[in-house]
């Protein structure tokens, strides 16, 4: 297993921020927190998990966010009986510090499109209906990634505008344009106690390159998971467990200057 300061060179200095309660964290969670299954609803969190995240939010004041693709209702399933400050939907809705809810629902504007995708789609591809977006995951079928590409493309098309496909990791989602896990991040850092912290963020797809690059622009941490030469972050860390062993080792005792 690889040392996490080899892994991570500046680890050192992230903890001395950490321990200063100086950042803003913000936490991918299929991908990143998780590995990823083969189905969406197979994934599942484990009890030392929950509490090493419990453990970090009360160390770092409360600044803790899940920052998610999934809904804020599959989110919470996941990781009760914690209830974290966290966005769904790559913004589409997000829970504020206090549990105040956000949330832009564009789901009657799919009725048509979940029956051409039902239609279009095979046995083997997997829908994901979000209400506000849907998700075509091929990742058990890897021979239909062009067909859900262009179902997906097809599928957008017939919204007349306002809609894009993102590709992710063996999945194609269509979703509103003009909203991203960047706006969440965005909106968290205006409000305690995330306000006046640099933002940290994990993420390990596509749809986080946006955050990344908010978080670049801010002069914070932004950390790719998974070998990639295609992302905006500035640093990375291998998988999953090396995430776990990164965040278990923020709650490690005070790193001393």
Same mark, same amino acid.
């Given at each position: 297993?690889?040392?996490?300061?080899?892994?991570?060179?500046?680890?050192?200095?992230?903890?001395?921020?950490?321990?200063?309660?100086?950042?803003? &964290?913000? &936490?991918?969670?299929?991908?990143?927190?998780?590995?990823?299954?083969?189905?969406?609803?197979?994934?599942?969190?484990?009890?030392?998990?929950?509490?090493?995240?419990?453990?970090?939010?009360?160390?770092?004041?409360?600044?803790?966010?899940?920052?998610?693709?999934?809904?804020?209702?599959?989110?919470?399933?996941?990781?009760?009986?914690?209830?974290?400050?966290?966005?769904?939907?790559?913004?589409?809705?997000?829970?504020? %510090?206090?549990?105040?809810?956000?949330?832009?629902?564009?789901?009657?504007?799919?009725?048509?499109?979940?029956?051409?995708?039902?239609?279009?789609?095979? %046995?083997?591809?997997?829908?994901?209906?979000?209400? %506000?977006?849907?998700?075509?995951?091929?990742?058990?079928?890897?021979?239909?990634?062009?067909?859900?590409?262009?179902?997906?493309?097809?599928?957008?098309?017939?919204?007349?505008?306002?809609?894009?496909?993102?590709?992710?990791?063996?999945?194609?989602?269509?979703?509103?344009?003009?909203?991203?896990?960047?706006?969440?991040?965005?909106?968290?850092?205006?409000?305690?106690?995330?306000?006046?912290?640099?933002?940290?963020?994990?993420?390990?797809?596509?749809?986080?390159?946006?955050?990344?690059?908010?978080?670049?622009? &801010?002069?914070?941490?932004?950390?790719?998971?998974?070998?990639?030469?295609?992302?905006?972050?500035?640093?990375?860390?291998?998988?999953?467990?090396?995430?776990?062993?990164?965040?278990?080792?923020?709650?490690?005792?005070?790193?001393?200057?």
């Amino acid at each position: 297993m690889m040392d996490l300061r080899e892994e991570f060179p500046g680890f050192d200095a992230f903890k001395i921020a950490f321990d200063s309660q100086s950042l803003a &964290l913000f &936490l991918d969670v299929d991908g990143t927190l998780l590995h990823i299954a083969a189905r969406p609803d197979a994934v599942r969190v484990t009890p030392p998990l929950r509490e090493m995240l419990r453990q970090l939010q009360a160390r770092n004041a409360g600044a803790l966010a899940l920052i998610s693709g999934r809904r804020l209702t599959d989110i919470d399933q996941l990781f009760a009986p914690l209830r974290l400050p966290a966005a769904g939907l790559h913004g589409l809705e997000r829970r504020d %510090s206090n549990g105040i809810i956000h949330a832009l629902d564009r789901s009657a504007d799919l009725g048509e499109v979940r029956r051409f995708v039902s239609e279009q789609s095979y %046995s083997d591809v997997l829908v994901e209906d979000k209400g %506000s977006a849907l998700v075509l995951h091929y990742r058990e079928a890897p021979a239909r990634e062009q067909h859900c590409r262009e179902v997906a493309l097809a599928a957008a098309h017939r919204m007349h505008g306002g809609w894009q496909v993102v590709p992710g990791k063996m999945s194609f989602e269509i979703r509103v344009t003009g909203v991203g896990k960047q706006d969440a991040i965005e909106n968290f850092l205006a409000e305690p106690p995330f306000l006046g912290r640099r933002a940290v963020f994990l993420g390990d797809d596509e749809t986080d390159e946006e955050g990344f690059d908010l978080v670049n622009h &801010l002069g914070g941490w932004s950390i790719h998971i998974g070998n990639s030469d295609r992302t905006s972050a500035r640093y990375s860390l291998r998988d999953p467990g090396s995430v776990l062993r990164f965040l278990d080792t923020l709650l490690e005792p005070v790193l001393h200057r």
